[in-house]
T-cell receptor, first 118, second 111 residues
Framework: GAVVSQHPSRVICKSGTSVKIECRSLDFQATTMFWYRQFPKKSLMLMAT?????????EQGVEKDKFLINHASLTLSTLTVTSAHPEDSSFYIC??????????????FGPGTRLLVL | GQNIDQPTEMTATEGAIVQINCTYQTSGFNGLFWYQQHAGEAPTFLSY????GLEEKGRFSSFLSRSKGYSYLLLKELQMKDSASYLC????????????FGKGTTLSVSS
């Protein structure tokens, strides 16, 4: 299957600092990527849809000024958690849409980034 | 709202067959995915069903009935490494739209 990478895999930061997470589609171009977060033993919750060359679309309740998304190229989307707080500690996962046929698409997930805010 | 239901937990023994059901009631439907997620890791793709019927891929098979809003994931010849959470997800519209996930089914395989 298609490969999606995320960097860093794990980050610990102080409260009030900003953290940038990168999501890359390694062997395909993705005009659309998604950012999810997942709390322990909970399902994935969609945060935002990242579209190459345009503004991200945020889900209700997700602060766009706090979670900055930039999809500057067809293979890279970044999520920046600004002024991080302990409650932002979570598992952040991106996915990229891979179109394998006219009506066939698959979303492949990155390995995730575990953020811990102290 | 969107509703995707799966059992919370299931248990099975090595070598057995297990079927994980998923029912959905959504405002749209463009396909259904099954993902496997081990604790602390990201989901990995298992299957994607668009049309009614059974799709087989090795030890894993996935079935879809659009008219009934129902899917299942069938795992054969269970192995210990199959212990994981299995996520059912629906894509509501066309290409490039987000997935709506169920809460996942935690499968425990014992020897």
């Amino acid at each position: 299957g298609a490969v999606v990478s995320q960097h860093p895999s794990r980050v610990i930061c102080k409260s009030g600092t900003s953290v940038k997470i990168e999501c890359r589609s390694l062997d395909f171009q993705a005009t659309t990527m998604f950012w999810y977060r997942q709390f322990p033993k909970k399902s994935l919750m969609l945060m935002a849809t990242s579209n190459e060359g345009s503004k991200a679309t945020y889900e209700q309740g997700v602060e766009k000024d706090k979670f900055l998304i930039n999809h500057a190229s067809l293979t890279l989307s970044t999520l920046t958690v600004t002024s991080a707080h302990p409650e932002d500690s979570s598992f952040y996962i991106c996915s990229a849409v891979f179109l394998s046929g006219l009506f066939r698409e698959t979303q492949y997930f990155g390995p995730g980034t575990r953020l811990l805010v102290l | 709202g969107q509703n995707i239901d799966q059992p919370t937990e299931m248990t099975a023994t090595e070598g057995a067959i297990v079927q994980i059901n998923c029912t959905y009631q959504t405002s749209g439907f463009n396909g259904l995915f099954w993902y496997q997620q081990h604790a602390g890791e990201a989901p990995t793709f298992l299957s994607y069903n668009v049309l009614d019927g059974l799709e087989e891929k090795g030890r894993f098979s996935s079935f879809l009935s659009r008219s009934k809003g129902y899917s299942y994931l069938l795992l054969k010849e269970l192995q210990m490494k199959d212990s994981a959470s299995y996520l059912c997800a629906v894509i509501l519209r066309g290409a490039g739209t987000a997935l709506i996930f169920g809460k996942g089914t935690t499968l425990s395989v014992s020897s």
